[in-house]
């Protein structure tokens, strides 16, 4: 298989803790075909849609993760898209929704993980304040706007003395904060720098019990859960992701959160979110990362278990089932064999 992975820059990998990283490396262990490219390396040339990549260079490939990423070599290619069986988006919000629109033109052959359509509704927090929960079981009250007026009422007449804001664009803690009623004086200059020129939309979301103990973050593939972790934010924090100083620590699904992944599943694989991290506090979802969902590693290593290993078998599974004209393809495969071997 010929598998382009869309995401950050290869300096940026963290070799001890990346998800992605575990994930090319399970890709190049089984044999297949490996190319990075970044969004702003998307390109349509001729009407086709190409990409400059880099292939890895097949050899040998250690077990040993860390050891991997400082070995791998590169080849420099520009390559078709249509010649990949996969692409796997797991670049970091927010995302350049113009990447997507490169990606329209192979979609029909090329398994795209997540889909398109799905990340262009969900890359952003909106998707989880919008999703149906009419008895209010599962997903915490939760208000999206850049109208100043109106989020300084829902803080003044929310019955809970706090609430939490942040970014409606924001990732991996960045922005979040605990607002108490109490400070209105400091209210409306945080909401004029979160806002700025109106151009930023922000969250004010209920501030629910417990969440100074931490969240758990459950790993969903193919709307079933697989994996999960409990993020303990730092002392005086109200971040638990591990980025924003939270350590992790084991943790088995209780069974309103089981009961949450059974209501949220069906809706993200019709949304063909098939690989997303969910954040839960007290058994409520607050957010849905489905862009380059994170923690493979710490779950693996809390758990003995190999996530990667489920991920790269759905996403094999798929690519066999798809109806893909192979004549098709294959003379776009080939340009891409020829990139990993000469």
């Not at 209501?263 to 380059?292: A, Q, T, W």
């Not at 003995?304 to 290993?309: E, G």
Request: with cysteine.
């Amino acid at each position: 298989m010929k598998i382009c992975f869309v995401m950050y820059p290869w300096s940026r990998v963290e070799p001890e803790t990346d998800s992605t990283l575990r994930l090319i490396h399970e890709v190049a262990s089984r044999g297949h075909t490996v190319a990075l490219t970044t969004p702003s390396n998307l390109t349509m040339r001729d009407s086709m849609a190409i990409a400059f990549c880099r292939v890895l260079k097949k050899s040998t490939v250690s077990n040993n993760v860390p050891s991997f990423y400082r070995k791998a070599e590169f080849r420099k290619a520009e390559l078709p898209l249509a010649g990949f069986d996969a692409i796997i988006m797991r670049a970091n919000p927010p995302l350049d929704t113009m990447a997507l629109n490169f990606l329209d033109s192979v979609r029909d052959d090329t398994f795209i993980f997540n889909d398109i359509d799905g990340l262009r509704v969900a890359n952003n927090k909106l998707y989880t304040a919008s999703l149906p929960d009419p008895n209010r079981e599962f997903i915490p009250v939760t208000h999206v706007s850049k109208n100043r007026e109106y989020l300084e009422r829902v803080l003044e007449e929310n019955p809970n003395d706090r609430m939490i804001m942040k970014p409606l664009n924001g990732y991996g803690g960045k922005g979040v904060i605990l607002v108490e009623k109490s400070a209105k004086s400091s209210v409306r200059s945080l909401l004029d720098f979160y806002i700025g020129d109106d151009h930023n939309y922000v969250i004010l979301q209920d501030y629910i019990e417990g969440a100074e103990k931490g969240d758990v973050r459950i790993m969903m593939l193919n709307g079933e859960p697989i994996g999960a972790m409990k993020r303990v934010p730092a002392k005086d924090d109200v971040r638990s992701n591990i980025h924003a100083g939270g350590q992790e620590v084991k943790h088995t699904l209780t069974k309103q959160e089981m009961r949450l992944c059974r209501h949220i599943g069906p809706k993200l694989v019709r949304d063909g979110l098939y690989f997303v991290g969910l954040d839960v506090i007290n058994g409520k979802l607050v957010e849905v990362n489905v862009l380059s969902p994170g923690g493979i590693t710490r779950i693996n290593r809390l758990n003995r278990t190999k996530l990667q290993r489920e991920v790269i078998d759905f996403v094999e599974s798929v690519v066999k089932a798809k109806d893909i004209s192979i004549a098709r393809k294959n003379k776009f495969r080939q340009v891409i064999e020829d990139a990993s071997t000469n």
